[in-house]
C-alpha cells in the first residue's frame, strides 16, 4: 500500500503548508471564531471543594435571573460518559459528588455571557464535605471513603503485572543491578487557545456541533450516548484546534452541556472556557513515581529489567487505564532487553483529571530509565553513547514485550548528535559548571488499536474528482496545527501530479468524511497517510486507464507530473490533468474513489498486550547543554542538539517544526512546569485547591528561554508508512527530560531524579553533596504496592507466542476449545 | 441590561462608528462587536500576548484595554496586515512559508508585535526579535522558526529575499493555473 520508492512531486520538498495562508491572516476559524445568529452562552458553575456529597441544589434565583433562559445541573444528565469504555465515570454536570476543585456542578444559559457569568452566583450548593486525597499514597493509604464506586478496589483504578521472563533471575545472575527510583511531576498541556463549542439546532432538528477537539469520532459517540440520540443525527465538525497536545483528545462535559441546551433552547449555546477553567479540564502528564531495578553485564548489555510506576491519577478515568500501560509498554523498544517485568498501579486522586499529554504515559518511564543507563555508563566507565549504541536494538526485532520493531534509526540518530555536538571531545571535559547529556527515545506511529474494540478501518480518505479537474479529499482527520491537512493534500497531490493547492481539503467533519479516529497517538500522518495512498492510487489508475485509451501508450507509462498525464518515454506526449479527469469521467461515470487504512496485528496477543503496538516507532537522540550556576542552581540550556529518525519527512519545514516544538515542550517539563496543588488553610475551607491555574504562574518558556535547536531528520523509509514516513510529533520531546538530568549531572556532578529539575532542588544536591552524602536529589523509596501476580509471557526466544501461560480466561477458553474438538 | 455608549475609532484604515458595552474590553469590542475574529484570546488577563493589536502603532494587549479608552484612537489588526490588493505583507508570506505559524493561534499577536519591531528596526538581531516577542506565548514551534520567519520578512522588507519557496518551481511550469495560482 505505501510507496516508499522515490516521489517526484511535492514529497520531501519544504513548501509552504496548505493552511498557511489562514493561519497568517488571522482567518483559520476555530471554534470561538465561529458567530452564529441567537446564540446564547453557557457558563459552568463549578465546585469549590475538593470532594463532597452535593445534598442540594438550588437554582431558583439563578433561573429567573435576568437574561437567563436556562440552568441545567447533574438531575438533566443521568448517562455518565468517558473516553474509554471500561471508564465511563463522567457526567456532564456532577449528580451525587463533587471530585476536585473546578468539577462541574451547574450550568447557567443566557441571552449574553456576562449575564450567565452573574447568574452562577445564585446558585446554592450545599455540599457534605468528604476527606479529600491529594496524592496517590494518601489514596493508597485511605481506601474509604472511595473517590469513585468502580475500580480494583479502595481508591486504586487500576493495577497491572506482566512478567515476560523470569527477571529474578536474570537479575540475580547479573554482573550489577542498578536500583534508582524516580519522579515525573504532573504538568498541562497548556494550549493558548481555550477549549470553546457551540452547538445549534439544524432546521431540520438535527444537531451541529462546532468544537476544539482532536478527535470528533469519539465525541460524535459520546454525544450519541449521553443525549441518547441517533449518531447518524448528529453532526461533529472539529475546528482547527488552537493546540492540542492531548488535552482536547477527551469528550468534555461542557461539550455535552451546550449540545444538549441548544436542542432544549432551540437555538445555538456557545462556551468559551476561561484560562483557569483550562486548567481543570487538564487531562495532562500523570505524576508518575517509578523504580527501575536493572541488571547488567559489566559491558553494559542490559540482562533485565524490572519497572514498576505508581500513578497520580486524578479524580476521573480519561485515559487512564491506557496511559497505566504505556508507563511500561514501550521500554523495550529501544534497548535490548532480553527479560522484562512491569508492574503499574494507578490511583484516584481528588484532582483535576490526568490523561494523554504529548508522549502519553511514556516520557515518565524514558526520563527514569535514560538517566539511569547514564548512571549505568559512568559506573562502568563505559561513554553513554558507546553504551548506548551496543545495546540499541536491531531492526525487525520482536521485543521481549512482543512490539514489532521495524526500521530503527537510533544508531544513526545517536552518532549524529555525537557528532555534531562534539561530544567525544567535550563530554566530562568543559569547565565546572558546563555539562552535556545524552538522551533517546522512541514512540508510536500511531496506536495499533481503537478506544473502543472494532475491526473497522483506523482512517479513511475519500476523493472526488471533476471535470474542473478539482479535486476534493475528505477525510475525519483533525487539524491540530500539526499540519495533518498538509499532510492529506501533500500525497494526493504527489500521486495525481497536481499542486497542493489545486486541492480542496475538508477534514473532521462526522456528516462529510469518512472516520479518522483522530489526532493523537502521534497516527494521523500513517494512518490517514496510508489511506490517502489507496484512494489517490485509484483515482490515479481510472485516469492513468482513460488516458491511455485515448493516447494509445500502455498505462503503466505514464507519468502523473507538473498538472500532466504524460507518456515517460515520450513527454510531449500527454493531456492536461483536467483533460484527463474529463477522459476519465466520460468513461467511467463520476469519480470518486476511498481509501482505508488499518494496522497489522500485533505479535502481542497477551491480555493488555493491546497498548503498546504501533505499525512501526520514530526513534531521537539528542544532546543537551546545560550551564549550571552553583551558586544558585539556575539551569541555562545555550543549545541543544537533536536528531530524529522519522522515516521519511513528507514536508521538512512542518517536521523540523514537530521536532523543535516537541523540545520546546521538553525543556519546559524539564525545568519548570509543573500543575501543583496546596491545601488552603482550615479557616479557609481547607480544600485542595490548585496552586496556579493561571498562564502568568504556570511557568513555561518564553522565547527569552528557548535554546539554539540543531536538527537533523534522518530518512531511513519505513514500508509500514506513507512514502516511507513514520511520526515525528511526540517522540522528540522524550529524551529532553533525562538529557537535561544528564547535563547537568555533567555540569555541577548532582543527580536530579525529579523533574522538573528547578534551582532549589539543584542547590539541595549541592548542598548534600558538599556535607559528603550523595549529590543527588529525588524520591527516597518506592512504596510497597500489593500488584497483582504476574501475567507470565515468555520472550519470543524463550518459546513464547505472544500469549501468557497463566491467563485464566484463556485458558478456560483453551479448555472450552478442546472439548469442542 | 447595560446600557450601550458610542464608540467612533479607525481601525484598520477604516472608520468605525459603534455602540458598545461600557464594561467591554477592545479584545470583545473587535471580536464580539466588530466580527473581528482574527484577534484571539488565551487568557483575557495580559499573560499570553494572544490578543496583541496595534493602538496608535503600539503594541497593546487588547485584552487589557478598555475599549472606550480607543476613542478617535487607531487601532491595527491582522485583518489589516496585508495591502489592500490581497497581498500578503512580509512577515505572512515568511511565516506561511518558514513554518512560523503551526496551530496559528498565536500567530496574529506574534504578527502584530513583530510588525511594530520591524517598523522601527528594519534589521534586528536575533536578541532584539526575542526580546521583542518575550510577551507572546507561543506552544507549538519552540519560537526558532518564528525568529527565522521575522528574519525573512526583515530580508525581504529590505529587498532582500533570502529563502526562496518550492511553489517558484511551479510557476515555472508554464500551466496557466500556475501563474494565477502565484497571484493569490
Known amino acids: ?821 | 441590561m447595560k446600557s450601550l455608549v458610542p464608540l467612533s475609532f479607525r481601525v484598520n484604515g477604516e472608520p468605525v462608528e459603534a455602540a458598545v458595552a461600557p464594561y467591554k474590553t477592545l479584545l470583545e469590542v473587535l471580536r464580539e462587536d466588530l466580527g473581528l475574529t482574527g484577534t484571539k484570546h488565551g487568557c483575557e488577563l495580559g499573560e499570553c500576548g494572544a490578543c496583541a493589536v496595534l493602538l496608535d502603532g503600539e503594541p497593546v494587549l487588547s485584552c487589557l484595554v478598555v475599549a472606550r479608552a480607543c476613542e478617535g484612537r487607531t487601532v491595527e489588526t491582522v485583518e489589516g496586515l496585508a495591502g489592500r490588493d490581497g497581498a500578503l505583507h512580509p512577515l505572512q508570506e515568511a511565516f506561511a512559508d518558514l513554518g512560523g505559524s503551526q496551530c496559528g493561534y498565536c500567530t496574529p499577536g506574534i504578527l502584530m508585535t513583530a510588525k511594530h519591531l520591524l517598523d522601527g528596526n528594519p534589521s534586528p538581531t536575533r536578541d532584539e526579535i526575542a526580546d521583542a516577542l518575550s510577551g507572546n506565548l507561543c506552544r507549538c514551534t519552540g519560537y526558532n522558526q518564528i525568529f527565522e520567519s521575522v528574519e525573512e520578512a526583515a530580508a525581504r522588507l529590505r529587498g532582500e529575499r533570502r529563502v526562496t519557496h518550492d511553489d517558484e518551481h511551479w510557476a515555472k511550469t508554464g500551466d496557466p493555473l500556475a501563474a494565477e495560482v502565484r497571484k493569490r
Open chain 1, 1 to 821: 500500500m505505501s510507496q516508499p520508492g522515490s516521489p517526484r512531486n511535492t514529497i520531501g520538498r519544504a513548501r509552504r503548508r496548505v493552511d498557511g495562508r489562514a493561519k497568517v491572516t488571522g482567518q483559520t476559524r476555530f471554534a470561538d471564531d465561529v458567530v452564529l445568529p441567537r446564540t446564547a452562552h453557557c457558563k459552568l458553575l463549578r465546585a469549590s471543594v475538593p470532594h463532597a456529597r452535593i445534598r442540594s441544589i438550588d437554582v431558583s434565583a439563578a433561573a429567573s435571573a435576568p437574561g437567563v433562559l436556562l440552568v441545567l445541573t447533574g438531575a438533566d444528565f443521568p448517562i455518565p460518559f468517558g473516553i474509554l469504555p471500561v471508564s465511563q465515570d463522567e457526567h456532564p454536570l456532577c449528580r451525587e459528588k463533587v471530585r476536585f476543585v473546578g468539577d462541574p456542578v451547574a450550568a447557567v444559559i443566557a441571552a449574553d455571557e456576562a449575564s450567565a457569568a452573574e447568574a452562577l452566583a445564585l446558585i446554592a450548593v450545599d455540599y457534605e464535605a468528604l476527606p479529600a486525597r491529594a496524592t496517590p499514597l494518601e489514596a493508597y493509604e485511605n481506601p474509604s471513603p472511595r473517590i469513585h464506586e468502580y475500580g480494583e478496589e479502595g481508591n486504586v483504578h487500576k493495577r497491572v503485572s506482566f512478567r515476560f521472563g523470569d527477571t529474578d533471575e536474570a537479575l540475580a545472575s547479573s554482573d550489577r543491578v542498578f536500583d534508582d527510583v524516580f519522579f515525573f511531576q504532573g504538568n498541562t498541556h497548556l494550549p493558548i487557545e481555550q477549549h470553546a463549542s457551540i452547538a445549534a439546532p439544524d432546521p431540520d432538528g438535527k444537531l451541529t456541533i462546532w468544537s476544539s477537539t482532536q478527535v470528533p469520532h469519539y465525541l460524535h459517540r459520546a454525544l450519541s450516548r449521553a443525549l441518547e440520540i441517533p449518531a447518524a443525527h448528529i453532526r461533529v465538525i472539529a475546528a482547527p484546534n488552537g493546540g492540542g497536545f492531548g488535552g482536547k483528545t477527551d469528550p468534555f462535559n461542557h461539550e455535552i452541556v451546550v449540545a444538549r441546551a441548544a436542542m432544549i433552547l432551540g437555538r445555538p449555546v456557545k462556551i468559551a472556557l476561561n484560562r483557569e477553567e483550562v486548567f481543570y479540564c487538564h487531562r495532562g502528564r500523570h505524576p508518575v513515581l517509578m523504580r527501575f531495578r536493572t541488571g547488567v553485564n559489566s559491558d553494559g548489555t542490559i540482562q533485565a529489567m524490572h519497572l514498576q510506576t505508581f500513578i497520580d491519577g486524578g479524580a476521573y478515568g480519561s485515559y487512564g487505564v491506557a496511559s497505566t500501560f504505556y508507563t511500561g509498554a514501550l521500554q523495550t523498544v529501544t534497548y535490548r532487553i532480553p527479560r522484562y517485568r512491569f508492574e503499574a498501579c494507578r490511583m484516584f486522586t481528588n484532582k483535576p483529571p490526568c490523561g494523554p499529554k504529548r508522549g502519553h504515559g511514556t516520557p515518565q518511564p524514558r526520563f527514569g530509565q535514560e538517566v539511569q543507563l547514564d548512571k549505568i555508563a559512568e559506573a562502568l566507565a563505559l561513554d553513554p553513547a558507546e553504551l548506548r549504541l551496543k545495546i540499541v536494538e536491531k531492526p525487525g526485532t520482536v521485543t521481549a514485550n512482543y512490539m514489532q520493531v521495524r526500521t530503527i534509526g537510533l544508531a544513526e540518530c545517536i552518532r549524529s548528535v555525537v557528532r555534531r555536538s562534539g561530544w567525544a571531545e567535550r563530554f566530562r571535559h568543559l569547565p565546572h559548571g558546563h555539562g552535556l547529556g545524552l538522551a533517546c527515545s522512541s514512540y508510536l506511529s500511531g496506536a495499533g488499536l481503537p478506544i473502543y474494540w472494532n475491526k473497522l478501518p483506523h482512517s479513511g480518505v475519500q476523493l472526488k474528482l471533476d471535470r474542473s479537474g478539482g479535486v476534493t479529499a475528505f477525510c475525519g482527520a483533525t487539524e491540530v496545527g500539526q499540519g495533518s491537512d498538509d499532510v492529506l493534500v501533500n500525497i494526493v497531490a504527489e500521486i495525481l501530479g497536481i499542486h497542493p493547492f489545486d486541492i480542496r481539503c475538508v477534514t473532521g467533519d462526522t456528516d462529510l468524511t469518512p472516520v479518522d479516529l483522530g489526532s493523537y497517538s502521534s497516527r494521523v500522518t500513517l494512518m490517514m497517510g496510508n489511506a490517502a495512498i489507496e484512494a489517490a492510487d485509484r483515482a490515479r489508475d481510472l485516469l492513468a486507464r482513460a488516458v491511455a485509451a485515448k493516447l494509445a501508450v500502455p498505462k503503466e507509462r505514464l507519468v502523473f507530473s507538473e498538472r500532466r498525464v504524460f507518456d515517460a518515454s515520450e513527454p510531449g506526449t500527454g493531456v492536461t490533468f483536467q483533460e484527463a479527469v474529463i477522459l476519465a469521467e466520460a468513461e467511467f461515470g463520476t469519480l470518486g474513489t476511498t481509501g482505508s487504512y488499518t494496522p497489522p496485528r500485533s505479535p502481542a496477543r497477551y491480555k493488555g498486550g493491546g497498548v503498546g503496538p504501533s505499525p512501526t516507532y520514530s526513534y531521537t537522540a539528542c544532546v543537551v547543554e546545560a550551564h549550571v550556576d552553583p551558586a544558585t542552581g539556575w539551569v541555562h540550556v545555550p543549545k541543544i542538539w537533536i536528531a530524529h529518525d522519522i522515516g521519511r519527512a513528507l514536508n521538512p519545514v512542518l517536521a523540523r517544526g514537530q521536532v523543535e516544538g516537541s523540545v520546546y515542550m521538553g525543556l519546559g517539563e524539564a525545568l519548570m512546569e509543573e500543575q501543583v496543588f496546596r491545601r488552603l488553610p482550615p479557616k479557609l475551607s481547607g480544600a485542595l485547591v490548585h496552586k496556579f491555574p493561571s498562564m502568568l504562574e504556570y511557568k513555561s518558556p518564553t522565547s527569552l528561554d528557548m535554546p539554539e535547536v540543531d536538527t537533523e531528520l534522518i530518512e531511513i523509509p519505513d514500508p509500514a508508512g506513507p512514502f516511507g514516513a513514520k511520526e515525528v510529533g511526540q517522540g522528540p520531546l522524550l529524551p529532553i527530560m533525562p538529557a537535561v538530568a544528564n547535563a547537568v549531572y555533567d555540569a555541577v556532578g548532582v543527580r536530579i531524579d525529579e523533574v522538573p529539575i528547578t534551582p532549589e532542588k539543584i542547590v539541595k544536591a549541592l548542598e548534600e553533596k558538599a556535607k559528603g552524602k550523595p549529590g543527588r536529589y529525588g524520591p527516597e523509596s518506592f512504596p510497597d504496592i500489593a500488584f497483582p501476580e504476574p501475567m507470565l509471557v515468555p520472550p519470543p526466544w524463550e518459546g513464547g507466542d505472544g500469549n501468557a501461560t497463566n491467563d485464566p480466561e484463556r485458558k478456560r477458553s483453551a479448555k472450552l476449545a478442546d472439548k469442542s474438538a
